[in-house]
């Protein structure tokens, strides 16, 4: 495994759409042995109202999100993992992104559409601000149903539920480092590898149209030369299998490509030059995160180097491997799950620091 998630954290509000989230949140904790934090987020500024005691308030609903969080029915693809549940109290987004902090987790996994009564810190802004304050990568789960069936139906077929990972990028450093997950994951889930880099053509300010062609013609042989040297050398002999490039506006090309080409996940670095991933500020991430069908896994820019270079390390690894196949596949061994259920009662995150 190229990815070292040890700590994964799954904010939930108990809705119906939460809950098949959870299931994809267990399947990859399973198949990371990684431990599975299940959190809920009580913020009772939300409900306090004109005459109603604040602290009674405060109260009961701290003590329904802990009986429901008790009660929560771990599913079937979470067997095995380690499981840890925590109420928290406060504003959603800061409490999620502050425990994954207390608690060094390597990923949150997230609904975007989650329904239930406590925290509904899923229906907009809290989700947003998870992603721009988050300590560690994001995956982003814009219609669980679906993602959880098929992540079910792979495991039916003894197959990975990634199998074909969509990176786009606009050549920045942040992408680069996304790039280096995007091979981890294709690593990790035997999964193929498609770079994407999307030409803005609304950005060429000429309008007759042989200059528009010649200056398109141009834009993408330099993107596809950029395309190559950001490669690992090893992977730039298979570049015609990998590298992509299209036209249009990125906010629309990057999730169609991803429907129309059968991708199962998009991985995208959060604060590229060119808006690619600054997310709230009505960028192209936002707006993938929010028109795409298949999860978005977004990397955020404030990473260890240890991790860069470890990646770096891996891509040589994983150079020969596609060299030996003859075509860009990148090959990996299953990994099981041996993790222990233990008994779990609710609890509230542990000190800041």
Same mark, same amino acid.
């Given at each position: 495994?190229?990815?070292?998630? *040890? ?23 399973? #198949? ?9 987020? /009580?913020?009772?500024?939300? #409900? ?44 959603? +987004? ?10 060094? %987790?390597?990923? &949150? ?10 925290? @509904? ?5 809290? +989700?947003?601000?998870?992603?721009? $304050?988050?300590?560690?990568? =994001? ?15 792979? +495991? ?6 990634? @199998? *074909? $990972? ?8 942040? +992408? ?7 091979? %981890? ?8 590898? /498609? /770079?994407?880099? $999307? ?15 010649? &200056? ?6 330099? %993107? ?17 299998? &990998? ?40 960028? /192209?991430?936002?707006?993938? =995160?929010?028109? %795409? *069908? ?10 260890? $180097? ?48």
């Amino acid at each position: 495994m190229m990815n070292k998630f *040890k700590r994964i954290v799954f904010p939930t509000d108990f809705g119906e759409t939460a809950q098949s989230a959870l299931r994809v949140a267990g399947s990859m904790a399973a #198949y990371y042995r990684a431990q599975l934090d299940i959190v809920s987020v /009580v913020d009772s500024t939300v #409900y306090a109202y004109a005459g109603y005691p604040f602290a009674t308030l405060a109260a009961d609903l701290m003590k329904s999100a802990e009986e429901q969080l008790n009660k929560l029915k771990l599913p079937e693809e979470a067997k095995g993992v380690e499981v840890k549940r925590f109420v928290l109290s406060g504003n959603a +987004a800061h409490e999620i992104a502050d425990h994954a902090q207390r608690h060094s %987790a390597d990923l &949150i996994c997230m609904s975007t559409h989650a329904r239930g009564a406590i925290g @509904r810190f899923f229906l907009g802004s809290v +989700a947003d601000k998870v992603l721009h $304050i988050a300590p560690c990568p =994001v995956l982003v789960l814009r219609k669980p149903e679906g993602i959880a069936k098929a992540h079910a139906s792979a +495991a039916r077929k003894d197959e990975k539920p990634f @199998r *074909k $990972i969509l990176f786009p990028t606009d050549f920045s450093p942040t +992408a680069n480092l996304a790039l280096r997950r995007a091979i %981890a994951l294709t690593e990790d889930y035997d999964a193929e590898l /498609v /770079v994407l880099h $999307i030409v803005d053509d609304s950005l060429i300010s000429t309008h007759v149209e042989s200059e528009r062609d010649i &200056i398109l013609k141009g834009l993408r042989e330099h %993107a596809l030369a950029e395309m190559k040297a950001g490669l690992p050398a090893e992977l730039v002999e298979n570049f015609h299998t &990998i590298g992509v490039v299209k036209r249009g506006d990125p906010t629309k090309v990057i999730p169609a490509y991803a429907e129309s080409n059968h991708c199962d996940l998009i991985v995208m670095g959060s604060h590229g030059r060119t808006g690619l991933g600054r997310v709230l500020l009505g960028s /192209v991430a936002d707006k993938v =995160v929010r028109n %795409a *069908k298949c999860p978005v896994f977004i990397e955020r820019a404030k990473q260890s $180097i240890e991790m860069q270079s470890e990646m770096a390390k891996k891509a040589q690894k994983l150079g020969a491997k596609i060299l030996a196949k003859g075509k860009g596949v990148l090959k990996s061994g299953a990994a099981g799950s041996s993790g222990r259920n233990d008994a779990i009662k609710p609890m509230r995150s542990g000190p800041r620091t």
